[in-house]
T-cell receptor
Framework: AQSVAQPEDQVNVAEGNPLTVKCTYS??????LFWYVQYPNRGLQFLLK??????LVKGSYGFEAEFNKSQTSFHLKKPSALVSDSALYFC??????????????FGAGTRLAVHP | NAGVTQTPKFQVLKTGQSMTLQCAQD?????MYWYRQDPGMGLRLIYY???????DKGEVPNGYNVSRLNKREFSLRLESAAPSQTSVYFC????????????????FGSGTRLTVV
């Protein structure tokens, strides 16, 4: 079955420290992987994607993610956290079916709390 | 501004009442989706419409119906609301793959917060 797992409900980190938000996936074929961020009472905003190519992808607001095919992981990282990064983060995989049609399957989400 | 527009933003219903959530996109996307977001469960797909004239069930379709009115609009209807349908509902749209432009992701509306009492 196709699925996405985010093993941590919450990640706490001090401002200025590096942060990692974990994601693993299970999908047949080559994965299209995404990270989205949700601020309170807002919709989801696209952060970054992995489609093909370099395993380290860079996205918005200084975030990056590393695709690891052997470990089926796509962890989100940032070298130096900001208090304003505090939000809910979702990992997602795009599942393809015939004709190019597709749907997104989401992980449960990880709440990131950055403390001053 | 181009994007996905959802109405209403907030709604309170009594058990057994019906209502329709509206969604419209102006990006000329073929595919549209309805998700619900519940704490600790991420976003779960209710229904989707791969293209105008087609609709399909997602993971949690029970208690809902949808209509793809035209390429722009995709509505979600609750015929007889239940407290278990208290949630935040998101509409999204995307293009058929392979894409030549855009971020390959979805564009989401700002959500409808629905409470059923």
């Amino acid at each position: 079955a196709q699925s996405v797992a985010q093993p941590e409900d919450q990640v706490n980190v001090a401002e200025g420290n590096p942060l990692t938000v974990k994601c693993t996936y299970s999908v047949s074929g080559n994965p299209y992987l995404f990270w989205y961020v949700q601020y309170p009472n807002r919709g989801l905003q696209f952060l970054l994607k992995y489609i093909t190519g370099d395993n380290l992808v860079k996205g918005s607001y200084g975030f990056e993610a590393e695709f690891n095919k052997s470990q089926t992981s796509f962890h989100l990282k940032k070298p130096s956290a900001l208090v304003s990064d505090s939000a809910l983060y979702f990992c997602a995989v795009r599942v393809l079916f015939s004709g190019g049609y597709n749907k997104l399957i989401f992980g449960a989400g990880t709440r990131l709390a950055v403390h001053p | 501004n181009a994007g996905v527009t959802q109405t209403p933003k907030f709604q309170v219903l009594k058990t057994g009442q019906s209502m329709t959530l509206q969604c419209a996109q102006d990006m000329n996307h073929n595919s549209m989706y309805w998700y619900r977001q519940d704490p600790g469960m991420g976003l779960r797909l209710i229904y989707y419409s791969a293209s105008e004239g087609t609709t399909d069930k997602g993971e949690v379709p029970n208690g809902y119906n949808v209509s793809r009115l035209n390429k722009r609009e995709f509505s979600l209807r609750l015929e007889s609301a239940a407290p278990s349908q208290t949630s935040v509902y998101f509409c999204a749209s995307s293009e058929v793959l392979p894409q030549t432009t855009g971020n390959y992701g979805y564009t989401f509306g700002s959500g409808t917060r629905l409470t059923v009492v």
